[in-house]
């Protein structure tokens, strides 16, 4: 299997780094440095280059260093079967957001995501757990569109067909609307089939291998489960739009359809969310993402670069030290480490065997140690 790997990242005014070039290894580098010094911004850079947006939910607005009009990040990729690829992506608050490949510019942005694939494990993926459907209906599609170019087009249809249904519902009925929703129900029919499909196939795909990664990182006893919940499971969804019209009406926005799908995270046969303890909840979302790591893998023949973002946030160090045995092997290929104890990370990677870089970060400046 090809691996991907970043070979050299150039960073001018992304969030607190003014300027910074830096040169990676091919397996594992790690970010050390205290909390705020810009370790999570580095990796954060990494991902952008890949999925054209922030992992942490900033606007590209608010990802520019203070006081600046534009921020730019270049990556070099290199594969060990002989590809390589020239990535830029830039902003600027008068010019907008630019992505360019090898020098030429992308009319969509949505062309690029899935090119160089990426896995960010985060403490921000507690709210997988803890928030609304919303969030983990977005890491379906994110994890999706990595993968395949028809799912993000038909979400992104869908999402625009049903904007344009709830503002038609807005302006009351009348003959003219029953036409104008017949013809948009079809198209929401029509995308949100295909969404489903896929998202049923990926929960399908994925749960068993979450359950497995989790019995290795973790050694708990207690059996996980991943199940995908959609009212499309049980009607088809011509056939709820139909039975739902009136009250779609009355509420003026539409009450069913994939926009309203969840992932259910389970441990000993309960809700996550409730019986789980913090480390269990760590250890889940972990898992959660080394599968979607394995899938991305599997599907797109090349390995993904893995973000590990501060390791150690609700893990104890012998599961921090498992998952570094486990992500070091041949399975894996780069992987990006941020910990804000030096000694802590360092301990570990060595008892793990691990071929590692280490990079220094103080005040968004960046110095391979």
Same mark, same amino acid.
């Given at each position: ?42 990796? &954060? ?34 594969? &060990? ?21 090898? *020098? ?9 995501? %899935? ?17 609304? @459907? ?37 302006? %009351? ?11 948009? &129900? ?5 995308? *949100? ?6 998202? @049923? ?9 979450? @359950? ?37 009406? $009355? ?9 309203? &799908?969840?992932?259910?995270?389970? $441990? ?26 394995? $899938? ?57 065997? @691990? ?15």
């Amino acid at each position: 299997m090809a691996v991907m790997f970043l070979r050299t990242l150039s960073i001018i005014n992304f969030k607190n780094i003014e300027q910074e070039t830096l040169s990676f290894s091919p397996d594992i580098n790690c970010l050390v440095g205290d909390n705020g010094a810009g370790k999570t911004n580095v990796v &954060d850079a990494v991902y952008y280059l890949s999925m054209c947006k922030s992992a942490f939910g900033m606007t590209d607005g608010q990802s520019l260093r203070h006081g600046e009009e534009f921020f730019m990040l270049e990556g070099a990729y290199e594969s &060990d079967a002989g590809r390589n690829e020239q990535i830029v992506c830039s902003f600027a608050r008068r010019g907008g957001k630019s992505v360019k490949r090898a *020098g030429k510019e992308y009319e969509r942005l949505s062309d690029h995501v %899935g090119l160089i694939p990426v896995v960010i494990v985060s403490p921000v993926d507690s709210a997988l757990i803890s928030d609304a @459907a919303e969030e983990r209906r977005r890491f379906m599609n994110m994890f999706l569109s990595q993968l395949d170019r028809g799912y993000l087009t038909a979400i992104m249809r869908y999402n625009s067909v049903l904007n344009e249904r709830n503002r038609l519902l807005k302006q %009351g009925p009348s003959a003219l609307q029953d036409e104008l929703l017949d013809v948009l &129900d079809a198209q929401l029919v029509k995308h *949100g089939t295909v969404v489903y499909e896929r998202r @049923a196939e990926l929960v399908e795909r994925i749960a068993p291998v979450v @359950a497995e990664y989790y019995r290795m990182i973790s050694e708990d006893r207690e059996q996980v489960e991943v199940s995908y919940r959609s009212e499309l499971i049980q009607t088809p969804f011509e056939e709820l739009l139909r039975a739902s019209r009136e009250r779609d009406r $009355i509420n003026q926005f539409t009450c069913c359809g994939i926009h309203r &799908d969840d992932l259910v995270l389970r $441990i000993g046969g309960y809700q996550l969310r409730k019986y789980g303890s913090q480390g269990q909840q760590k250890s889940f979302l972990v898992a959660l993402k080394l599968a979607q790591y394995n $899938i991305v893998s599997e599907r797109r023949g090349e390995r993904p670069i893995l973000l590990l973002d501060d390791l150690f946030d609700k893990l104890d160090a012998s599961r921090v030290e498992q998952l570094i045995r486990l992500v070091s092997g041949e399975r894996f290929g780069q992987i990006f480490i941020t910990d804000c104890n030096k000694m802590r990370i360092e301990r570990v990677l060595q008892s793990a065997s @691990a071929s590692y870089r280490l990079f220094g970060v103080k005040a968004g400046h960046v110095e391979e140690q």
